[in-house]
């Protein structure tokens, strides 16, 4: 089946020109994106899907560059035994309390649930971290089959870790490892805190040669920093960068909270990426992002704490008015730049069939020259209509079309209540 999208107002997202236009969507990883001035140019089949979009806005879809799934049962959950002091404590507490509960069906329902909240809310791909470390050995792979029964491209990682132990540290790096022999994914690390030399070694040793990237914490909070420099006689990202962590341009650096002008500068002149994560940094108390002197490879996340990157967006900004140098500009650049990310390193979904379709009912006029302003008052995952990922329409009139919602957030609330029992 084709997706065409019929009266489209289309927005170029790397230029913001915006055009009247009609467009065949393919199918597939490769499908092509065609334009067609007139409507009865366009080769139509009777399987074809034909929407009409008179008045509405059609764009790239979004791309989420720092998502834990795991988390995604989280919502509502019992208070921890102890309420949580600081960064560590919130960690120990709430989340390595949680994720070593977790099994299959939690980890398939949490997939889920970040699958189709990701889609409706116009993400079309996530870059995911996850952790299990009672249920690490295939745990990938049920997330893969999740995510891609919503009809979500992904880009996983299993979060390797000293923290339960060095036989747990393996079974990372061999779930790592089985699973970057088949599927695109990443090399993931928690933190440097929690990972030693031996572990950071066989990580980076794993990143060559898969040819892959590692995905870690980075100065998240100053216990990093300070935990690195006491066992290590250095900072974190000057550790990252002696192992080669920072070679790969497949490497993402999540959160660099705390970070120097030298760390600045071995980020900036590195391939890695970096991705801020306002929302969490804020529930977290560990401080503020700033992208200063950082270069330009800087992307966003939600960390975990939702699936909505419009409103990702707009917390980086507001929050960055006082903290970073962030403008309208820098913001919507932010926002986009997993899509350069992906298309360097010729990561597979999230081609220029990956398309929104917006439902906008501004007060005002919205064009090339105010798109920005747009984007960052007036654009909301609230005016999200349709999605097409990867040339197949997964939300058509905001409901899945690829799952039974209604059946699967039945499970997702069943597992979230057995996860409960157990914490
Ligand atoms: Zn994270």
Known sequence: MTVILKNANFIDWQNLSF??????????????????????????SLKDEIIDCKGKLVTKSFAIAHHHAYSALARGMPAPEKTPANFLEIL?????????????????????????????????????????????????????HAFEKVGVSHLLCYEITDRNGMKKAQEGLEETEYYLSKNQGLVGLHASFTVGDDSLEKAAELMRNKASGIHIHVAEDKIDQEQCMQNHGKRVV????????LDSSKTILAHCLHVNENERKLIRNSKAFVVQNTESNLNNNVGYFNGNAMGNRI???????????????????????????????????RFRKTHNYLNINSYTGDGENNLVVLDYDSPTEINENNFLGHFIFGLTSNHVQHVISDGKLIVKDKIIQTVNEEELLKFTKEQANRLWKKL
């Open 19 to 44: 055009s009247n236009t009609n467009l065949r969507v393919e199918e597939g990883t490769s499908g092509s994106l065609t334009f067609f001035d007139n409507f009865r140019e366009i080769p139509v």
């Open 238 to 245: 000057e550790r990252l960068n002696d192992f080669g962590v």
């Open 299 to 333: 992307m966003l996340g939600t960390d975990g704490m939702h699936s909505d990157m419009l409103r990702t967006s707009k917390a980086a900004y507001f929050v960055g008015q006082e903290n970073d140098n962030i403008d309208f500009t820098s913001a919507y650049g």
């Open 92 to 144: 120990k507490y709430i989340w390595w309390n949680l994720d070593k509960a977790l099994h299959k069906d939690m980890i398939e329902a949490s997939a889920l649930a970040t699958a189709m909240a990701s889609a409706k809310a116009g993400s079309t791909f996530v870059i995911d971290h996850h952790a299990s470390p009672n249920y690490i050995k295939g745990s990938l792979d049920v997330i893969a």
